[in-house]
């Protein structure tokens, strides 16, 4: 049985090739057969017309046929439907997406790998020492600012301000019995009805005892203070991480009970090599995602750059500030990556990242559109890649602007298909 030729251009001749397995021979032209893989014939040639079949495609057939005969026939059936298969697309033509190449300034993408930090994070501990009485909150409570966390007791630290406040009771008493004293003298001195001496030693008992006022308004002052050192409060809201202390020990002056964490005012904190340092500025955009969901695409700016380094890693403190919107869902000791765009002061052409098709022999390739006549058809060009950025890729060599590039569509074309753009071009 002959198998009809079958071919793309019918203004490209008939040539014929052969299988490299089998050595059979088979009339098509150039551009099918490449695609197939299927080796030509020196010597030979065959005119573009519609006659001329396969001379060598038959199989012979019988109930003795061997499974060596058999195997050749499934290859070769094999083949014929991806010919096929070619035809029709050649026919029908591919749909694809397409873009224009512009020239575009060139930046050099930049990839961290930070975490998130707070600006106030705390050691809480109490002022005075003594017994903790009281507990009121656990590690991983939310807590305002000024809340009550701890209670120590504070009995004698009570009686000290309650005898306090009894002398300043006493000396406003004292205080008031001098002054008016002072005044009945003064009224008697016109009238010669006392002597100045006199006088003058009331006006120093009055002031007297307005000194013994102020010194245990203040003693009582130091007694009130003293009395709330018994009372830790958060200085700042946040959420409680650690909890060091227990009901009935005993604590002493400066001794750790909580570690408080900030919950506003979180930044990002990411270790930059030195060889960026030069190209980073305060304010620049970025974007960033979490770990735990990296799908969510977040920004911020660069808020400072700490210009001293680590020695030992050679790298420097870069300090990102997340925009109002990117802050829900961020919590201190969460791990992000960000990626910064910088300038490289040069302009270049760049394309989508879905136009570029790589090959397993390491050839990089991107489609375009060449016009022919009315049409459309696929030409490859093998490209040389420079600078990934954004979802897009310098290419240094193999495009010139304002071409048209495949961006949808390209996985499976050939030389010559013609091209049928979609309404969704860019």
Not at 44 to 59: I, K, L
Not at 285 to 301: C, H, I, K, M, N
């Amino acid at each position: 049985m002959a198998m009809p030729l079958i071919r793309v251009n019918k203004r490209e001749p008939c040539v014929p090739f052969s299988y490299p397995s089998t050595g059979r021979r088979i009339w098509q032209t150039e551009t099918i057969c490449r695609g197939a893989r299927i080796q030509p014939v020196a010597g030979e040639r065959r005119g573009p017309a519609n006659a001329g079949e396969n001379r060598e495609s038959s199989v012979q057939q019988g109930t003795g046929q061997s499974g060596r005969a058999r195997f050749r026939r499934g290859r070769s059936g094999a083949l014929l439907l991806w010919l096929v298969a070619a035809v029709c697309m050649a026919d029908a033509g591919v749909r694809v997406s397409l873009t224009t190449v512009e020239t575009t300034e060139i930046l050099r993408e930049l990839r961290l790998t930070g975490t998130v930090t707070a600006q106030h994070n705390a050691s809480l501990s109490v002022a005075a020492a003594g017994l903790v009485q009281d507990i009121l909150v656990d590690t991983g409570a939310k807590v305002a600012r000024d809340d009550v966390l701890l209670r120590m007791d504070a009995e004698l630290a009570e009686l000290r301000h309650a005898a306090a406040r009894a002398a300043v009771a006493q000396a406003q008493v004292r205080a008031r019995d001098a002054e008016r004293r002072l005044q009945e003298a003064e009224s008697l001195l016109p009238q010669r009805g006392i002597a100045e001496t006199t006088v003058r030693e009331l006006a120093a008992n009055r002031d007297a005892a307005r000194a013994q006022l102020q010194q245990v308004t203040a003693e009582a002052a130091l007694a009130q203070a003293l009395l709330d050192r018994h009372t830790l409060r958060a200085p700042f809201p946040g959420v409680i991480s650690l909890r060091r202390t227990e009901r009935g020990e005993w604590l002493n002056p400066g001794q750790a009970v909580f570690d408080l964490v900030g919950l506003d005012d979180l930044r990002l904190d990411f270790a930059v090599p030195e060889d960026y340092l030069s190209s980073l500025q305060v304010g620049a955009p970025l974007t960033f995602s979490t770990a735990a969901d990296p799908t969510r695409e977040l920004t911020g700016r660069v808020a400072s750059l700490v210009p001293v380094a680590d020695t030992a890693a050679r790298t420097f403190l870069l300090r990102i500030a997340p925009a109002d919107d990117a802050r829900s869902g961020l919590l201190p000791g969460m791990s992000v990556s960000a990626r910064l765009a910088l300038a490289t002061g040069r302009r270049g052409i760049a394309v989508p990242r879905d136009a570029l098709v790589r090959y397993p022999d390491g050839r990089v390739v991107v489609w375009t559109a060449e016009a022919d006549g009315d049409a459309l058809i696929a030409r490859e060009n093998t490209v040389t890649t420079g600078l990934a950025f954004g979802g897009q890729i310098e290419i240094l060599q193999g495009l010139a602007a304002n071409e048209q590039v495949v961006v949808r569509g390209n996985e499976a074309l050939q030389p010559g298909l013609l091209l049928l753009p979609t309404g969704d071009a860019q």
